[in-house]
Every structure is written in structure tokens, then in C-alpha cells.
């Protein structure tokens, strides 16, 4: 990894970057240097550099024209470098710097405690996940793996009447999603439910079954750049081929899906793998608009076709 001196002289870049402009430029050129890495919210330079630099003054997102030149006070820009330069020497992802993230238009609180949102399921939950759900109505939802609840939660918006579970085996995790339930007013429609998986959950059925669950095999989880190594890696890494927690799901989820429901899980860059494994079945991967690759979406009559396959119930 390239080394960026950070005993440079603060001081006397303070002085020499004077407005917004500035300082965005200043961060994308050290961000180059140091050859960060991007991949939690941002995937490049100016948008990392622009979010930590408006983050640090208090300033929204949308700016008018024009106030990229706006001059800042010398406190304020010494605020910023020492953020800028955080991100470096720190190799924190800016999510964690802010403490939030935004996912399906909705914004959450994050910290290390959960994985920085980011799936393409965002895409799936504001488009009702038609046209798969075809028009059954949803009344229970299930998010399995929630971390920071955002799936729960983006579904609560989108079902409106819709009663939803969202479990994850890690406390910590909970307690940030408990955070999000009540800063999006929906403590009354989302319960959050300590297990692992479906444990704690016999006799629930559900119309919606979606899981953003760990899916990185745990040689690739070892050669993450260090950003990815700021998140828990419970929420990441899931056996030597990154389908341990997928296949689980795959075999106990029959028994908690409603005929007419759908299961929907993303298994990321672990698709050949998951596909490798089981050959017979014919897998659904949509494709995304924003980007994104490996979600697989299964019918409850599909999901018991494989049942043998899969080796369970």
C-alpha cells in the first residue's frame, strides 16, 4: 500500500485551500496518492472526497450553484483536512466517518458494528418486487441478516401495511438497527429478533422472504482491501466458499414461506459457486439498473421443487 506523509505540513495547507472546490480537489489528489479504496456508498474519488468534505461543514448534499466556491473560516478547514486525512491513515470507508449511509432513498445510522449498506436489492424493494410477487399481497416480511435493519425497513416503507421480522445473530448489529427502527418511526410495524436465521421463528410464515446474509469466502474476505476489514467480518465472510449461510437459507426457508411468496437472497460474486453446486437448478438473477450482480429470486413452487436438492425438509 503506497504510504501519504502524514506529518505533512497541516498548517500551511490550511492557509492555501480556501474554498469548498479546494478542498474537495485537495482530498481527491490525496486519495489518489494513497490509492484508497472506494466500494461502500461511492465508488470514486470526488464523490468520497465531496461527501466527507460537506459531511464535515454541516452542508446538504445538493448545493446551489455556485457555492463550491464559497470561502471557508481556518477552522473550518482545518476540520475537514483532519477528516480528509482520517480517511487515509485510518482506511475507514466514509459511512463510517459520517455514520450514515443511504439505501432506497432512505438514510440510516451506521458504525462497525454492521455492514455499510449497499446491495442491489434496494432496486428489488422500490419496485414492489414486481413482477415476481405478481400481485400477492404481502402482510409478513422476513429480513434475514438485517444489520442496520435497512432492508426491513425500506420494505416496511414500500408494504405500508405490512408487518415485518428482521433477525440477525449479533446484538451489536441490533442494536444499530433498533437505532434506524425508531429514527424511520416503525417500532410498531418492525420487531428485531436476536437468532441465528430461522431460530426463534417456528411457526411464523412469511409472504417476503429477503436476505443480504454473508457470502465471501473466506480467501477472498483475507485479500479485501483494508476498508472492507473496518466491517464485521461475521457480516462478510461465510465458509471456504462463501455459501455457508446461503445454503442454509435455501434448505429451511421452504418452512417459513407462504405459497405465492418469494425468497430473495443475494449471494454476490459467489454466484459460480453457488451455481457449481447445485447444477439442476435454475436459478433467477435479475439485472440491475445501478449495477450490482448476484441476487436470486425463487418461487415458494420452486423453492419446493429443488427441496431435494438443496437437502432439506
Same mark, same amino acid.
Request: aromatic content about 10%; overall charge negative.
Given at each position: 500500500? #503506497?504510504?501519504?506523509?502524514?506529518?505533512?505540513?497541516?498548517?500551511?495547507?490550511?492557509?492555501?485551500?480556501?474554498?469548498?472546490?479546494?478542498?474537495?480537489?485537495? !482530498?481527491?489528489?490525496?486519495?489518489?496518492?494513497?490509492?484508497?479504496?472506494? +466500494?461502500?456508498? =461511492?465508488?470514486?474519488?470526488?464523490?468520497?472526497?465531496?461527501?466527507?468534505?460537506?459531511?464535515?461543514?454541516?452542508?446538504?448534499?445538493?448545493? /446551489? *450553484? +455556485?457555492?463550491?466556491?464559497?470561502?471557508?473560516? =481556518?477552522?473550518?478547514?482545518?476540520?475537514?483536512?483532519?477528516?480528509?486525512?482520517?480517511?487515509?491513515?485510518?482506511?475507514?470507508?466514509?459511512?463510517?466517518? @459520517? !455514520?450514515?449511509? &443511504?439505501?432506497?432513498?432512505?438514510?440510516?445510522?451506521?458504525?462497525?458494528?454492521?455492514?455499510?449498506?449497499?446491495? /442491489? @436489492?434496494?432496486?428489488?424493494?422500490?419496485?414492489?418486487?414486481?413482477? &415476481?410477487?405478481?400481485?400477492?399481497?404481502?402482510?409478513?416480511?422476513?429480513?434475514?441478516? =438485517?444489520?442496520?435493519?435497512?432492508?426491513?425497513?425500506?420494505?416496511?416503507?414500500?408494504?405500508?401495511? *405490512?408487518?415485518?421480522?428482521?433477525?440477525?445473530?449479533? %446484538?451489536? *448489529?441490533?442494536?444499530?438497527?433498533?437505532?434506524?427502527?425508531?429514527?424511520?418511526?416503525? =417500532?410498531?410495524?418492525?420487531?428485531?429478533?436476536?437468532?441465528?436465521?430461522?431460530?426463534?421463528?417456528?411457526?411464523?410464515?412469511?409472504?417476503?422472504?429477503?436476505?443480504?446474509?454473508?457470502?465471501?469466502?473466506?480467501?477472498? &474476505?483475507?485479500?479485501? #482491501?483494508?476498508?472492507?476489514?473496518?466491517?464485521?467480518?461475521?457480516?462478510?465472510?461465510?465458509?471456504?466458499?462463501?455459501?455457508?449461510?446461503?445454503?442454509?437459507?435455501?434448505?429451511? *426457508?421452504? %418452512?417459513?414461506?407462504?405459497? +405465492?411468496?418469494?425468497?430473495?437472497?443475494?449471494?454476490?460474486?459467489?454466484?459460480?459457486?453457488?451455481?457449481?453446486?447445485?447444477?439442476?437448478?435454475?436459478?433467477? &438473477?435479475?439485472?440491475?439498473?445501478?449495477?450490482?450482480?448476484?441476487?436470486? @429470486?425463487?418461487?415458494?413452487?420452486?423453492?419446493?421443487?429443488?427441496?431435494?436438492?438443496? !437437502?432439506?425438509?
Amino acid at each position: 500500500m #503506497p504510504r501519504i506523509d502524514i506529518e505533512m505540513d497541516v498548517e500551511s495547507i490550511i492557509k492555501e485551500l480556501c474554498t469548498l472546490h479546494d478542498l474537495v480537489r485537495w !482530498g481527491v489528489s490525496r486519495f489518489g496518492e494513497a490509492q484508497v479504496f472506494y +466500494g461502500h456508498g =461511492t465508488d470514486n474519488a470526488i464523490d468520497e472526497a465531496t461527501a466527507l468534505v460537506l459531511h464535515a461543514l454541516h452542508l446538504p448534499g445538493q448545493l /446551489p *450553484a +455556485g457555492f463550491m466556491s464559497s470561502r471557508l473560516t =481556518t477552522a473550518e478547514r482545518r476540520v475537514v483536512v483532519d477528516l480528509l486525512l482520517r480517511r487515509i491513515t485510518e482506511r475507514r470507508p466514509a459511512a463510517y466517518l @459520517i !455514520g450514515e449511509a &443511504w439505501f432506497a432513498g432512505m438514510d440510516f445510522y451506521v458504525d462497525e458494528r454492521v455492514v455499510i449498506p449497499r446491495s /442491489p @436489492i434496494a432496486e428489488l424493494i422500490e419496485q414492489g418486487f414486481e413482477p &415476481w410477487l405478481a400481485g400477492h399481497g404481502v402482510g409478513r416480511v422476513l429480513d434475514l441478516c =438485517t444489520g442496520s435493519g435497512c432492508i426491513a425497513i425500506a420494505c416496511a416503507h414500500v408494504f405500508e401495511e *405490512a408487518q415485518v421480522d428482521a433477525v440477525d445473530i449479533s %446484538d451489536a *448489529a441490533l442494536e444499530v438497527a433498533a437505532r434506524n427502527v425508531e429514527r424511520h418511526g416503525l =417500532t410498531s410495524r418492525v420487531e428485531l429478533i436476536q437468532g441465528d436465521l430461522f431460530a426463534g421463528l417456528q411457526g411464523r410464515r412469511y409472504d417476503l422472504i429477503v436476505s443480504n446474509p454473508p457470502y465471501v469466502s473466506r480467501p477472498e &474476505w483475507q485479500a479485501l #482491501p483494508a476498508e472492507y476489514h473496518c466491517e464485521p467480518r461475521t457480516g462478510l465472510e461465510s465458509g471456504e466458499d462463501g455459501l455457508d449461510c446461503a445454503v442454509n437459507i435455501l434448505r429451511q *426457508a421452504i %418452512d417459513y414461506l407462504m405459497p +405465492g411468496g418469494i425468497l430473495v437472497v443475494e449471494v454476490g460474486y459467489s454466484r459460480p459457486a453457488l451455481e457449481l453446486r447445485f447444477p439442476e437448478v435454475m436459478f433467477m &438473477w435479475p439485472e440491475f439498473e445501478r449495477g450490482g450482480e448476484g441476487v436470486f @429470486i425463487m418461487s415458494y413452487d420452486e423453492l419446493r421443487e429443488y427441496q431435494p436438492y438443496f !437437502g432439506g425438509s
